[in-house]
């Protein structure tokens, strides 16, 4: 390894030096930002440490710093990717590598302040016969690219025009049942009446995404709450309008333990079945069709009569389209992996495995029966009749 430069600007002359076998388009000192690109990432090389003028995390700081500079006089004459950037706060990742350490770092702008965080301890790159190291170096990397990618693909949203903690009326809805946009006008308290025209919603906030098309095809065949309507607003959760349920309408893990739902037990569990057959034959997926999202007339499994309501449609939409969340539940035995795709099958694999635990807990036999649970309507196309699971 050759000796060290004696000070950061020797170190510069000479790599500029080195450059002028070039020819000039192809290199520059001035730290240009290519039109219609973003950058995602910095990376400063050392071979091995010198003085502090030189070290890579001070000189990526400097070049972030320039950066920042550079992409606010492209926002400040109209570039509208550029000044998205900066609202979301202009992330972008910084790596330092001195010798076999490699250091990651996160660069994030607060709109007056540039500021510099490490993003994990430093890694030591050389040969580890335990693999330990190889491991960590595989994971962290791994996470880089994936932020890297997710930057580049310049998913940031236009910001809000209310600053953050304002307060949000909701004035106006859409019904799904038409296109037409309806007056929110209160005119007395919200206070239990009299009327016949009461109703009683239940109003979920959504931030992201939410199965509009799946909780209104349950709906329509009384196997979800019905679906109302949605109010947006901007810089603040969409509110989906939706039926509340009476009190007798209780989750599913709450009468695991009566003896009355072990009775019912195989009327249960081919009533799931039978939903999630419905689902995939329509090309749709829940994603989360856990006995908590699972709501049951408690009134009817006392009498010996199942009537089921699938909830939470968080997750649902049209199967190999949507994706599990990054981050779940560890401890459920997931069929697709965090982040990916939640393929035609799922539901019933996960049913299938939840099921299976609780009845290894409970001592219910595990060949369960799955004919047509009693609450089913009727009127189902043959050709989904034929695609339910035989008694």
Known sequence: MGGAYESESARREAFIQALVVFPPDFWTTEHPILANTQTGIFVELKNEPSSADSDPYMQNVGNYRIHIRQVKDKADIGCHGYARFLAAGAPMFLV?????WLSICGGF???SKVHVEPLADPVFMLIDHTGRRERRLAVLLTALKQGVDDLLADQFWDPPKFPPSTPRLYQTWTPFSSTAEGELC???PLTPGEGADQLSVIIKMVKTHYGTEVHQFLAERKLAPKLYGISYLEGAPSAYIMEHLPSHWVQLNTVFLKD???RQAPDVYSALKNIAAILQQQGYVHGDLRSN?????????????VSLKIVDFDWSGEGGKVTYPVTRNSEVKWPGIPGGPIRLGDDLLLLEQWWTDFSTLSNLPSDLPSGLPFDLPSDLPSDWQAFLPSA
Not at 96 to 100: K, S
Not at 293 to 305: K, S, Y
């Open 186 to 188: 209160f005119q007395q």
């Open 109 to 111: 702008y607060d709109g």
């Open 260 to 262: 009355y739902f072990h």
């Open 96 to 100: 330092c590598v001195v010798g076999p």
């Open 293 to 305: 999202n699972v709501m049951i007339d408690n009134d009817l499994l006392e009498q010996g009569a």
